[in-house]
């Protein structure tokens, strides 16, 4: 073969090669996308325990909530609870709760992040990373229509390569990136109603911002 031919042939099998993987990859994270439709889309409440890595790392919490946007999260040193309408930010140690509206809520929040991400963005790219010794696959999302959905503009999911439990949750909101660690997420676990409401006790100091 002529080395004019040699080159030519090389080209064309190289050309056919990145339309063969620009398809593949086109096709694996909306096959990963649609499975994790399949597997979260539906939830109507989520049980998670989870850890901050960004920007505060070393947080170690809880979070019970429903779709309906009643929730409640307990960390090491407080637990926030809303009802849907009205949101409480007790500190144990120090007896004291402060009482806001739920407006006054960040739409970063990490439930409010897992039950809409399905709805409100749409696959972008998927890249494997490795986290300490697993193999990762990150799907990054974007809003759709190019409109910044809850104001984030960019959300990856990370998957253990070849699952789809999620492992990880990074958005970008503006110029700061929130990354959680998920040690463990139920879909569709029954709550008793009191979770979500607190009441102080005579004791408590009460700070009311609503």
């Not at 056919?16 to 993987?21: E, H, S, T």
């Not at 959905?149 to 390569?161: E, Q, W």
């Amino acid at each position: 073969m002529h080395r004019r031919s040699y080159l030519s042939f090389f080209m064309m099998t190289l050309f056919l090669f990145l339309q063969w993987f620009s398809v593949n990859a086109q096709d694996t994270k909306d096959q990963l996308f649609a499975q994790l439709r399949k597997k979260y889309g539906s939830m109507q409440s989520l049980e998670v325990s989870f850890s901050g890595v960004e920007p505060i790392s070393g947080i170690h919490g809880t979070l019970k909530a429903l779709r309906s946007g009643k929730y409640h999260i307990s960390v090491s040193d407080r637990s926030i609870i809303c009802d849907g309408t009205t949101i409480w930010n007790y500190v144990p140690a120090r007896k004291s709760v402060t009482i806001n509206t739920l407006k006054s809520r960040p739409a970063s929040s990490l439930d409010i992040v897992l039950f809409t991400f399905l709805y409100n963005y749409q696959p972008k790219s998927l890249q494997e990373f490795s986290i300490g010794s697993s193999l990762y696959q990150g799907l990054e999302l974007i809003p759709k229509n190019g409109k910044t959905a809850m104001g984030i503009k960019s959300l990856t999911v990370f998957v253990k390569k070849g699952g789809t439990d999620i492992k990880r949750i990074k958005a970008m909101e503006g110029q700061q990136e929130s990354v959680w660690d998920i040690t463990s997420l139920k879909t569709n676990a029954s709550f008793a109603e009191s979770i979500f409401s607190f009441t102080p006790t005579k004791d408590t100091e009460i700070v009311d911002l609503r």
